[in-house]
C-alpha cells in the first residue's frame, strides 16, 4: 500500500462516522447520506495533491461534501420538477415514463427511473435491487453511473 | 474570556439545545453559501453524538470495503468541487490568524446565545398564558395562503 492509499485510509476511519452523521442529518435518506460520503472520498482520491497537502484535511473534506450535498438538492429539484410531467404506475412496481424529455440520448429511462426511485420516493438501493432483480453491488453502480449521466446531461443543458 | 472558556460556553449552550434544533443547525450550515464553520459543526456533531450514539449507517469497515468494492478509482463527474470556494480557503477557518480565529468564536458565541435567548423567552411567555406557538402557527398559515395565492 502507497503513501497516498494509507493516507486516504486514515482520513477515512477518522472521519466516516462524522460525516456519515452530518450528511445523514441534512439529507434524511441514509442511502443517499452514505453516496455523499463514498462520492467525497472519490474526489479526495483523485484530488489527493491537494488534499494530502491541506493543513486541515477534516475541513477540506467537509467542505467537498456540503458541495456534493448542494449538487444532490440540484439534482433532486430537478428530478422533482421532470417527475411531474412523467406519466407514472407507480403500484404496479413499476414507473411507466412517459419519456420524450431533452435528457433522451444521454440518460436511458431505467437509470432516470432509478434515480427518480431514490431522490423523490426516497427508496432505498435494497429496494431498488429488489424492484430492478439485480444485486445490490449492480444496483449500486448503476445508479452511482446514472448520476454521473445525469449530472453530465445537466451541464450539457446549461 | 480565553479561547478555552469560549469553547465551555458554547458546548454548554448546544447542550440546552434540543435534538432538532442542533440537526437544524447542521442543516443550515450545509445549505449556507459560505464555508462550513469546523469550530461549529464539531461542537454540534460532537453533541449529537452524545444524544444519540447509534449510527444508523453502514458501519466504518463494511463502508470502507465498499469504498474500495465500488467506487475507489471509478470516475466522478465532481472533481472541481476540490476547487470551489470553502474547499480551497477552508485551512483559514483554523489556521488564520488569532483574530480571525477569536471573531468567528465570538460570532458564533452571540449566534447560539441569541438563539436560546428567543427560544427560552418563548417558552418563558407560552407558560405565563400568552399562546406564542399558537399565534406562530396561525401566522404561518396565512403566510402559506398568501404565498398560494400570490402563485396562482
Known amino acids: 500500500m502507497n503513501s ?3 493516507y486516504i485510509e486514515q482520513m477515512y476511519m477518522a472521519n466516516y462516522d462524522d460525516m456519515l452523521r ?9 442511502d443517499l447520506a452514505q453516496d455523499v460520503v463514498q462520492e467525497s472520498f472519490l474526489i479526495a482520491q483523485a484530488r489527493a495533491d491537494k488534499f494530502m497537502t491541506s493543513p486541515e484535511p477534516r475541513g477540506w473534506l467537509f467542505n467537498v461534501m456540503k458541495n456534493v450535498i448542494g449538487n444532490v438538492y440540484k439534482q433532486q429539484k430537478k428530478l422533482m420538477n421532470m417527475k411531474q410531467s412523467l406519466t407514472e404506475t407507480r403500484d404496479h412496481g413499476e414507473l411507466e415514463l412517459g419519456f420524450s424529455t431533452k435528457y433522451k440520448g444521454m440518460i436511458s429511462d431505467e437509470e432516470l427511473q432509478m434515480l427518480i426511485w431514490v431522490y423523490c420516493y426516497g427508496c432505498s438501493y435494497a429496494e431498488v435491487a429488489e424492484r430492478l432483480g439485480i444485486t445490490l453491488s449492480a444496483c449500486k453502480k448503476r445508479i452511482q453511473r446514472a448520476r454521473r449521466r445525469f449530472e453530465e446531461a445537466l451541464n450539457k443543458d446549461l | 474570556m480565553s479561547d478555552n472558556n469560549g469553547a465551555k460556553a458554547v458546548e454548554m449552550i448546544y447542550s440546552r439545545m434540543s435534538t432538532e434544533q442542533i440537526k437544524n443547525m447542521l442543516r443550515y450550515s450545509a445549505m449556507s453559501e459560505e464555508e462550513l ?17 447509534e449510527s444508523e449507517g453502514m458501519p466504518v469497515l ?9 467506487w475507489s478509482g471509478s470516475e466522478t463527474a465532481y ?3 476540490a476547487e470551489r470556494p470553502g474547499v480551497e480557503t477552508n485551512q483559514n477557518a483554523i489556521y488564520g490568524n488569532k483574530p480571525k480565529h477569536r471573531k468567528s468564536f465570538k460570532t458564533l458565541l452571540v449566534a447560539a446565545i441569541v438563539v436560546v435567548l428567543v427560544f427560552t423567552t418563548m417558552i418563558v411567555a407560552q407558560a405565563s398564558g400568552v399562546d406564542v406557538f399558537g399565534a406562530l402557527a396561525k401566522m404561518d398559515k396565512r403566510n402559506v395562503l398568501v404565498w398560494k395565492l400570490t402563485d396562482c
Open chain 1, 4 to 6: 497516498k492509499e494509507k
Open chain 2, 62 to 70: 463494511e463502508a470502507w470495503e465498499d469504498f474500495n468494492e465500488n
Open chain 1, 22 to 30: 452530518f450528511a445523514s442529518t441534512v439529507l434524511n435518506y441514509r
Open chain 2, 79 to 81: 472533481l472541481d468541487f
Open chain 2, 37 to 53: 464553520n469546523m469550530e461549529m459543526v464539531n461542537c454540534l456533531l460532537a453533541e449529537l453524538k452524545q444524544r444519540e450514539p
